[in-house]
Nanobody, 124 residues
């Protein structure tokens, strides 16, 4: 089992920044890929970014490319999502997810473990 706990969400004005953190524990994650997804009220969950622990390859949704950055710590216990130039449409619950495998992919159903989520609210 893998446990994922997100933190770092909050209320920020448009144009501001936040840094989300996901603490991962339970198993060796060297062969896992980590992802961030988000779900806005009344909308389906959507992919934001993913990173492979091995090699550090990254993958971003077009809607966040150039504004969000995914990264990990050297101990492979935390994955971060830096959110810059935030817009009101970025308001959502952000979820951390993990999947067995080395490819960073955007399909949510390919992820095996999920955190509880952290709320990000961007005011205009």
């Amino acid at each position: 089992q893998v446990q994922l706990v997100e933190s770092g969400g909050g209320l920020v004005q448009a144009g501001g920044s936040l840094r989300l953190s996901c603490a991962a524990s339970g198993r060796t994650l060297s062969s896992y890929t980590m992802g961030w997804f988000r779900q806005a009220p009344g909308k389906e969950r959507e992919f934001a970014a993913a990173i492979s622990w091995s090699g550090g390859s990254t993958y971003y949704a077009d809607s966040v490319k150039g504004r969000f950055t995914i990264s990990t710590d050297n101990a492979r216990t935390r994955v971060y999502l830096q959110l810059n130039s935030l817009k009101p449409e970025d308001t959502a619950v952000y979820y951390c997810a993990a999947r067995r495998g080395l490819r960073a992919v955007p399909e949510g159903h390919k992820y095996d473990y999920w955190g509880q989520g952290t709320q990000v609210t961007v005011s205009s």
